[in-house]
């Protein structure tokens, strides 16, 4: 099952995952401190999900941010979150690894959980190009991913708001892993790959991106006032999540 059959199940529940302790004080922090300052640029969210990131940069002054996503439910959820609260973001549907050539090029592509779900190698490389093609010259690419290399040894997992499992199946790419986010009242699971660190490399450079440049997990101060350091400890050292930068 691809991405867009798992993510049409669950539609604006999704939101909930930014509540998760993980995600509010590890990726959320993160991955907004390695994307930095957006004012006055253009952002392309690729598999923006309900727009969570698309509406973050655009409250923290990006001109122009549209979001792009395989789920129509997603993009219906993320179209109903714009009608409530109107920030003049812009959601269509669309398969990141069939990307046209958009009417612009933008300052600053997202890419958050969006390249583990494409189809093999060959579909790494595609949504790369995709990408790429859409980006400015120099344009930047930021990623956050599961950590091509985790080892499914972060005991502390579940406090954090996950279980996170290998499969057992390989692909050409790397390892199958379903993940599960711990809401409540309803867990949600979802299958994913987790490409090597060379695939990824190999893939954004054949795309025509450089300077790619690999950027840990942290934990935001609120986190650590919230749950104390010892909390964090075994996340920090053994992070299931890591985020990379590169440039068109």
């Not at 969570?52 to 655009?58: D, T």
Request: aromatic share 10%; charged share 25%.
């Amino acid at each position: 099952m691809g991405g867009q059959q798992q993510y049409d199940g669950i539609g604006e529940a999704f939101e909930g995952f930014k509540s998760l302790p993980m995600i509010r004080h590890g990726e959320v922090p993160s991955f907004l401190g390695m994307v930095g300052d957006v004012s006055g640029a253009s952002v392309l969210d690729l598999a923006c999900g309900t727009g969570f990131y698309s509406r973050e940069f655009k409250r923290r002054g990006a001109k122009d941010v549209f979001g792009v996503d395989i789920s129509v439910e997603m993009i219906a959820a993320a179209r109903e979150i714009e009608k409530r609260d109107p920030l003049g973001v812009r959601y269509e549907v669309g398969d990141v690894a069939e990307l046209p050539l958009l009417g612009r090029r933008y300052d600053i592509a997202l890419g958050v959980q969006c390249l583990n779900y494409a189809e093999g190698i060959a579909g790494i490389e595609r949504m790369c190009r995709s990408i790429h093609q859409n980006l400015v010259p120099g344009g930047e690419f930021f990623v956050l991913a599961q950590r091509p290399d985790y080892a499914f040894d972060c005991t502390s997992l579940p406090a954090y708001g996950f279980r996170c499992e290998p499969t057992g199946e390989e692909t050409e790419a790397g390892s199958r892993v379903r993940v599960t986010a711990l809401l409540d009242p309803e867990p949600i699971s979802i299958v994913s790959t987790i490409p090597r660190r060379e695939v990824y490399e190999e893939c954004l450079r054949a795309a025509g991106f450089k300077d790619v440049e690999w950027v840990p997990l942290q934990v935001s101060e609120a986190g650590l006032r919230e749950f104390g350091e010892d909390f964090w400890a075994d996340l920090l050292e053994k992070p299931p999540l890591v985020m990379l930068r590169c440039r068109a």
